[in-house]
């Protein structure tokens, strides 16, 4: 007994021994890549000292006397706060994803490599300005000095996955901002749906889902496509898209702006505001930061990780945000391959030989890389295939390969000093296609498109053959004939991704804008007061009441009317009294979105089955434009249930039927009185790591935070959208909010969802994010007053 108890003495101690080991491992792979932000730094080849102040939330204000000692600063200071996330972007923009993360993205590696990030990076890079290409360069060695300094305190995502980041190169830098073209997503995805679902619809059914006819005067999918109901589509497309989405790396996807003159001011000078909408993770795709080189440089806002610029902000004169321009910046095209030769194409009655690159993907747990093949036509990469079918394939034509330089408007943008040198700045982003908003210290505002809009024989179609040159692009629309807009007579501009311009404008821009039910909204608010100030651009970007509810409830009454009793009845009377505001502790609300999606099931599903009904809902835009149009005309072939031979359905029969099921459906939730429903209940929103769907992880090193129940909906100035049909868990929303007052810049107001740092200990990770539900902000400290007033770490860089 006593052997026996001495060993079990030992084996407990051993135990303890183990845990306290592994409790001080964990604890230190948690907790050692978070930097003392009042540590001093030795940093190689900079000519004079730089001071990096950080405010309350660890935003970085950093102070150099010249730009190549600015920006290696840049370069360490962003890699401390944002290094694994800006790895994890440069690995998409060079297809290395599956050597790190997972065997099953070698499709989207493929992808992401035919689409040649880096081949454009270096035409960019040669062009460059030297005095340009010195600031990069410092920014790339900044980065490489702290990871050669901090290779034993990497964040632990490093760790976990079990290896180091490479150096960093400025061919990355540019990779990151031609990154930002990243706009396939709604070409696929709409586009491939689309094809799809003509497999099994009639013509007249397929025709009312698209939005616009006057482009469609040629078939929308060739003979080949159209002909061939049991043709199944093998694309690396959807897994690159998927990813994207996963790892809520996408850039520029939805936004709202505008900007009031000093004769609508408080402050008698513009006032200007900024949202942009996009993939609500942790960590948020943009890191706040400001830049100074006394008398030279003064620049704040937001910034890509991995790229030196602010995409963003405002500098002593200037202020400019964002919209997308959903302009159609890709084309798809079926190429006939010659049966004897799997790498030529048919062109013009010629077989043309197709570029073939051999493409070898290191893959995670493999000894070997795995080999693909991409393929590219005089247009640009094959990017699927067709089941079973030797002699066809799918080709692209994507705006993001055309020749354009982002990187030199970012830079011009944050030393622009007046309306021509903006506009002379935002000539060369012509790949990312984007509605920029602008206002100045001077009085002026303005909103100009920058895009590479394609000049095209004929626009729309979904997918042109392939084997003629009559399709090709033409040119690009010169950046003259852009519309703009500078110092309106209304005293503002306004734009929240919907149609640029009406019929009279002569080129093709797009098809799948937003409705305008934000910006008819945003205008509104614009006009209720002659005079507006920081209060009522704040209660602007949290606004939940929705046009497009008060375009549809209405209808829903008048199809409900002498319909209801009971349950439905009191479930009716709250839409009628309703004010069309989509706060979280509406009830209202709650009937209104989930009836909307029975709405949606109510008249697709029974055409279209289970299998193709959720492809509906997840290209949402479709069945939102043809609902609306319904709205207007009140009649369409979708109404007809197919299932009931004995009756023609009408509209109003969709919207009872799909309102006593979204009452039922509530109830079963929530419970019979619907004075208790809430929307909050079930719209919540969450921010997830990208390894955060790993329970243990989440415990471990608390990665994940909320959800947290929030109003509003896709329609919405504050538009927590969700993916309908999956979960009324918001993923997408405003990934800052920016209010700049150019009468003084230290009144200036901002907040993200998330945090300055990406480092999950840090205390400053999250540290934005319940301002942000709670939509409030915090100051923009710009003048040195105000920085060192408000200064909670110092460290110099010597």
């Known amino acids: 007994m006593k052997i026996f108890k001495r060993v079990l003495t030992v084996l407990i101690a051993v135990i303890v021994l183990a845990l306290a080991a592994g409790m001080i491992y964990l604890n230190s792979l948690k907790t050692r890549a978070v930097p003392d932000y009042n540590a001093d730094v030795d940093l190689e080849n900079l000519t004079e000292s730089v001071t990096v102040y950080?405010?309350?939330?660890?935003?970085?204000?950093?102070?150099?006397?010249?730009?190549?000692?600015?920006?290696?600063?840049?370069?360490?200071?962003?890699?401390?706060?944002?290094?694994?996330?800006?790895?994890?972007?440069?690995?998409?923009?060079?297809?290395?994803?599956?050597?790190?993360?997972?065997?099953?993205?070698?499709?989207?590696?493929?992808?992401?490599?035919?689409?040649?990030?880096?081949?454009?990076?270096?035409?960019?890079?040669?062009?460059?300005?030297?005095?340009?290409?010195?600031?990069?360069?410092?920014?790339?060695?900044?980065?490489?000095?702290?990871?050669?300094?901090?290779?034993?305190?990497?964040?632990f995502e490093f760790t976990l996955l079990g290896y180091e980041p490479d150096p960093w190169e400025p061919l990355h830098t540019a990779n990151l901002i031609g990154y930002m073209a990243w706009d396939l997503a709604s070409g696929w995805g709409t586009e491939m749906a689309l094809y799809k679902m003509q497999q099994v619809l009639e013509d007249t059914l397929f025709r009312e889902l698209?939005?616009?006819?006057?482009?469609?005067?040629?078939?929308?999918?060739?003979?080949?496509?159209?002909?061939?109901?049991?043709?199944?589509l093998q694309s690396c497309m959807d897994d690159a898209i998927g990813i994207v989405e996963k790892l809520g790396l996408q850039v520029f996807e939805a936004s709202n702006n505008w900007a009031v003159s000093g004769t609508r001011s408080e402050t008698g000078m513009p006032l200007m505001a900024n949202d942009m909408h996009l993939g609500l993770m942790a960590p948020g795709i943009w890191y706040q930061m400001h830049h100074v080189v006394e008398g030279k440089l003064n620049v704040t806002g937001v910034a890509l990780?991995?790229?030196?610029?602010?995409?963003?902000?405002?500098?002593?004169?200037?202020?400019?945000?964002?919209?997308?321009?959903?302009?159609?910046?890709?084309?798809?095209?079926?190429?006939?391959?010659?049966?004897?030769?799997?790498?030529?194409?048919?062109?013009?009655?010629?077989?043309?030989?197709?570029?073939?690159?051999?493409?070898?993907?290191?893959?995670?747990?493999?000894?070997?890389?795995?080999?693909?093949?991409?393929?590219?036509?005089?247009?640009?990469?094959?990017?699927?295939?067709?089941?079973?079918?030797?002699?066809?394939?799918?080709?692209?034509?994507?705006?993001g390969n055309e020749f354009s330089n982002e990187l030199r408007t970012i830079h011009l943008l944050n030393r622009a000093?007046?309306?021509?040198?903006?506009?002379?700045?935002?000539?060369?982003?012509?790949?990312?296609?984007?509605?920029?908003?602008?206002?100045?210290?001077f009085g002026n505002i303005g909103l100009q498109t920058s895009a590479g809009i394609p000049i095209r024989r004929e626009g729309g179609i979904l997918v042109y053959q392939g084997d003629t040159t009559l399709y090709d692009w033409l040119g690009q629309v010169p950046f003259e004939e852009l519309p703009y807009s500078y110092n309106p007579e209304n005293g503002y501009v306004s734009s929240a991704n919907n149609r640029t311009v009406g019929d009279d404008y002569p080129y093709y821009i797009g098809t799948w804008y937003s409705l305008p039910n934000r910006v008819e909204r945003i205008r509104e608010m614009l006009n209720e007061k002659e005079i507006l100030g920081t209060d009522d651009f704040k209660r602007m970007l949290g606004d939940h009441t929705s046009h497009f509810a008060r375009k549809m409830t209405p209808i829903y009454l008048e199809a409900l009317k002498d319909n209801t009793e009971g349950i439905y009845q009191s479930a009716c009377q709250i839409l009628e009294q309703w004010d069309y505001n989509l706060e979280a502790t509406s009830s209202?609300?709650?009937?209104?979105?989930?009836?909307?999606?029975?709405?949606?099931?109510?008249?697709?599903?029974?055409?279209?089955?289970?299998?193709?009904?959720?492809?509906?809902?997840?290209?949402?835009?479709?069945?939102?434009?043809?609902?609306?149009?319904?709205?207007?005309?009140?009649e369409s072939g979708w109404c007809d249930d197919v299932n009931t031979a004995y009756k023609k359905e009408s509209f109003h029969d969709n919207i009872r039927t799909a309102f006593y099921q979204a009452v039922d459906t509530i109830a079963s939730m929530y419970g019979t009185d619907p004075a208790l429903w809430q929307w909050g209940d079930l719209h919540k929103v969450s921010?997830?790591?990208?390894?955060?769907?790993?329970?243990?992880?989440?415990?471990?090193?608390?990665?994940?935070?909320?959800?947290?129940?929030?109003?509003?909906?896709?329609?919405?100035?504050?538009?927590?959208?969700?993916?309908?049909?999956?979960?009324?868990?918001?993923?997408h929303g405003a990934s800052e909010r920016h209010i700049f007052n150019t009468a003084y810049w230290d009144a200036s107001l901002t907040v993200i969802p998330t945090g300055t740092s990406g480092v999950p200990a840090s205390p400053h990770y999250l540290d934005q994010t319940e301002l942000y539900v709670d939509n409030k902000f915090h100051r923009d400290h710009f003048s040195r007053e105000a920085v060192e007033t408000n200064m909670k770490y110092r460290a110099v860089f010597e």
């Open 417 to 441: 000093g007046n309306w021509v040198e903006f506009r002379d700045a935002v000539s060369t982003f012509n790949s990312v296609s984007q509605n920029i908003v602008y206002a100045d210290r």
């Open 210 to 232: 698209l939005p616009n006819m006057k482009y469609q005067s040629t078939p929308v999918f060739p003979d080949f496509m159209t002909a061939n109901d049991d043709l199944e």
């Open 687 to 731: 921010l997830i790591h990208p390894m955060g769907g790993v329970d243990i992880l989440d415990k471990l090193f608390k990665i994940n935070r909320g959800p947290y129940p929030v109003g509003g909906s896709f329609h919405t100035i504050c538009p927590y959208s969700y993916p309908l049909g999956n979960s009324y868990v918001s993923d």
């Open 588 to 634: 209202a609300a709650l009937i209104y979105e989930i009836l909307w999606l029975e709405l949606n099931r109510a008249m697709f599903l029974d055409e279209l089955g289970e299998k193709l009904f959720p492809m509906m809902l997840d290209n949402a835009i479709i069945p939102r434009n043809l609902i609306n149009r319904v709205r207007i005309t009140g």
């Open 305 to 399: 990780p991995g790229a030196p610029y602010v995409i963003a902000g405002h500098n002593e004169d200037i202020a400019w945000g964002m919209t997308n321009v959903a302009v159609d910046d890709i084309d798809f095209y079926l190429e006939t391959i010659n049966p004897k030769d799997s790498n030529q194409y048919l062109l013009d009655g010629q077989w043309m030989d197709m570029k073939v690159v051999e493409e070898e993907i290191m893959v995670k747990g493999m000894d070997e890389p795995e080999i693909r093949v991409n393929r590219y036509t005089h247009r640009g990469p094959v990017v699927s295939k067709f089941k079973g079918v030797n002699d066809r394939v799918i080709s692209i034509r994507w705006q």
């Open 54 to 155: 950080r405010d309350s939330f660890g935003i970085p204000h950093i102070y150099a006397n010249n730009e190549p000692d600015l920006y290696r600063t840049i370069g360490y200071v962003m890699a401390q706060d944002r290094l694994w996330q800006m790895d994890l972007l440069r690995r998409i923009t060079t297809g290395r994803l599956s050597e790190v993360l997972d065997p099953g993205l070698v499709n989207a590696d493929q992808l992401f490599r035919a689409l040649d990030f880096s081949a454009k990076s270096q035409l960019v890079l040669s062009k460059t300005d030297p005095e340009m290409l010195t600031c990069i360069e410092a920014f790339s060695d900044g980065i490489n000095q702290f990871i050669e300094q901090n290779r034993k305190n990497l964040s």
